[in-house]
């Protein structure tokens, strides 16, 4: 009786902690952000959030959550899909206590260079504060 109560006890805790697991990322990426990995906290080895580069892709899945670290965000160089469902959208939220920055889109009125593409479908912003050192929206 014992020996089952550990067991069940053992197979309920692991279960518990995949559900709850979180991948870290940050610095330059690209690929595909998948649910499996979500929540994505956006702080590896102390960065800020992450950043796409020219030519190349990110792609965000369905369900994905992606959290940043205050004053953090997404510097977007190349092409970035986030295209979640009605049923099944995309967060962007804060990952502690203070609100998250900013998607910086670099467009050709800097530096010459073009995004390819940029796709938001079903989306949640949640908890940011808006960026407008050069400009860019303010939302009030």
């Known amino acids: 009786m014992i020996r089952q109560f550990i067991i069940s006890f053992l197979i309920g805790l692991l279960l518990f902690n995949i559900l709850l697991a979180e991948t870290h990322i940050g610095g330059w ?3 595909r952000v998948t649910r499996e990995g979500s929540p994505y906290i956006c702080d590896l080895d102390g960065a800020w959030g992450f950043g796409i ?3 190349d892709t990110l792609i965000i899945e369905a369900g994905v959550t992606l959290l940043f670290p205050e004053d953090g965000g997404i510097e977007c160089w190349g092409v970035l899909i986030a295209e979640g ?3 099944d959208s995309i967060t962007f939220d804060k990952a502690g206590e ?3 920055y900013y998607i910086i889109f670099m467009d050709s009125t800097f ?3 073009e995004i390819q593409e ?3 479908r079903y989306c949640r912003f949640r908890n940011w ?3 407008n ?3 860019f929206l303010k939302v009030n």
């Open 118 to 120: 940029v796709l938001f």
């Open 85 to 87: 469902t009605e049923n």
């Open 29 to 31: 990426i690209s690929g």
């Open 133 to 135: 050192e050069f400009g």
């Open 111 to 113: 530096d010459d260079i």
């Open 98 to 100: 203070e609100l998250w």
């Open 53 to 55: 580069a020219r030519g």
């Open 129 to 131: 504060r808006p960026y």
